[in-house]
């Protein structure tokens, strides 16, 4: 436990939790040399094939690329700003995963726990779809360093739903979308829409209420999406940096969606998932864990060094926390906070009052390129490790950091409300977050 405390670097070693150079959806336990290229089928079928034509083939369906150095934007100094100490401490982790409890993935809860301890993550949260028992197992809990929780992905007729906190399966076959979601929340859970725009499941129901939000990365969706024969192709024949770079995208449309929702709902949380399914085909392992415990994970801001399930549920449903891409920099150190005068007032997630002095602070442990949004509109952008931003109109702020291009950091929003919510407000809030997440 005490390793899950100490400070770590923010940039990951080349050789990090890499467990091959054939890049992501495939690796072969211990085995780090490139891999061999399988495409052409082997010597016999290879002889009587034109080589210009396979490489016209492969550069066409992008099964090849050359090598694409980074092209980082102009560099913008501004002056540095020191970050006030805003009383949270940062833990780490990755939720929705799947193992040999669901029907469609070969690695184990062990497997999870022996990367995750491997990564240093501080918690797990394993999702299965449609049952609890790995919770039954007496699965959740301290592995090492690593605290692992027990959710289920719920297959509902507008989409899978992640709930978390819950402690009996749902029938879903006798219950529409919104009964899935209300159960869920009488459980004393709650829950977030599941890769709301991966094509073979997309949520097609956007009038439900009482989910506390929606995933606005899901790495698998991010990968999944792309054509299965070149996806097939990149991972024997390319190299890993620009495979990984590759595949990543901006999540464009649940990001509208996700600005939308806060919009019309007053607030949403937005969370990063891995949903890694490792999946193991003639010895070889494909979406292995050691590859998509890097795509994204999903910070929460704790206000103790002790870590509990009860904590992290507490920092998800408030907003708490952050998703992050996480392939070539760790973002443990981001902060996204707001200061009237020299007083840290909130964090992502909170509602703050409008004051003549309220300030938004950024800083990211490496230089990045920042960009704000306003009520979803991008509004201003920088790039530095750190970032002032005085704030005189009330609206939702929230911000994005990429590295050369490629998505990075995503903060949850800092409400900011055109009066001082009263005490009683305050205390509704905190109803309304603890019973039926909005
Ligand atoms: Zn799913
Ligand atoms: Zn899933």
């Known amino acids: 436990m005490t390793d899950s405390f100490s400070p770590r670097s923010s940039v990951h070693s080349p050789q990090q939790a890499r467990p091959s150079r054939c890049g992501l959806w495939i690796a072969r336990p211990g085995d780090r040399r490139p891999a061999p290229a399988l495409v052409t089928g082997g010597p016999g079928r290879r002889a009587g094939v034109d080589c210009g034509l396979i490489l016209v083939f492969l550069f066409t369906t992008g099964c090849a690329v050359l090598p694409s150095p980074y092209h980082p934007a102009k560099m913008m100094v501004t002056t540095s700003v020191a970050v006030p100490d805003d009383g949270y401490e940062d833990y780490v982790g990755v939720l929705h995963i799947h193992t040999t409890y669901s029907h469609d993935a070969d690695g184990t809860f062990e497997d999870v726990i022996r990367v995750a301890n491997a990564q240093r993550l501080d918690y797990v949260i394993v999702t299965e779809h449609n049952t609890l028992q790995p919770l039954r197992d007496g699965k959740q809990g301290w592995h090492g360093a690593t605290l692992a929780l027990i959710g289920m992905e719920i297959s509902a007729r507008a989409g899978h739903y992640l709930a978390l906190n819950v402690t009996q399966e749902i029938d879903r076959s006798k219950l529409t979308t919104q009964q899935v979601i209300d159960e869920v929340n009488r459980q004393g859970g709650f829950g977030f829409i599941a890769h709301p725009y991966f094509k073979k499941r997309r949520w097609t129901d956007w009038t439900v209420t009482g989910f506390t939000g929606t995933e606005i990365y899901n790495a698998a969706h991010d990968t999944l999406d ?17 495979f990984y770079w590759s595949i990543i995208d901006r999540p464009y449309d649940p990001l509208r969606t996700w600005d939308a929702l806060i919009a019309q709902r007053g607030r949403v949380v937005g969370i990063g998932a891995s949903d890694a399914h490792e999946v193991h085909v003639l010895g070889l392992k494909f979406a292995p864990y050691e590859v998509m415990f890097q795509l994204v994970r999903t910070h929460v801001l704790i206000p103790s060094k002790t870590l509990t399930p009860e904590a992290i549920y507490d920092a998800l ?3 708490h926390a952050y998703p992050a891409i996480e392939l070539t920099a760790e973002a443990k150190g981001f902060s996204f906070l707001a200061r009237d005068a020299e007083r840290v007032v909130g964090v992502m997630g909170d509602e703050v009052a409008l004051t003549p002095e309220l300030r938004l602070l950024v800083s990211v442990p490496t230089s990045a390129e920042l960009t704000l949004f306003k009520d979803g509109q991008a509004v201003a952008s920088t790039v530095n490790t750190s970032w002032e ?3 005189t109109v009330p609206a ?43």
């Open 389 to 391: 931003i005085p704030v």
């Open 317 to 319: 449903r408030r907003g």
């Open 396 to 438: 939702v702020y929230r911000l994005e950091a990429s590295r050369h291009g490629k998505p990075w950091i995503f903060s949850n929003p800092i409400y900011v409300r055109p009066a001082a919510p009263s005490a009683n407000r305050t205390q509704q809030t905190t109803d309304n977050v603890k019973t039926t997440p909005q």
């Open 226 to 242: 792309e054509n299965h024969l070149r996806l097939a192709l990149w991972t024997l024949t390319v190299p890993s940096e620009p």
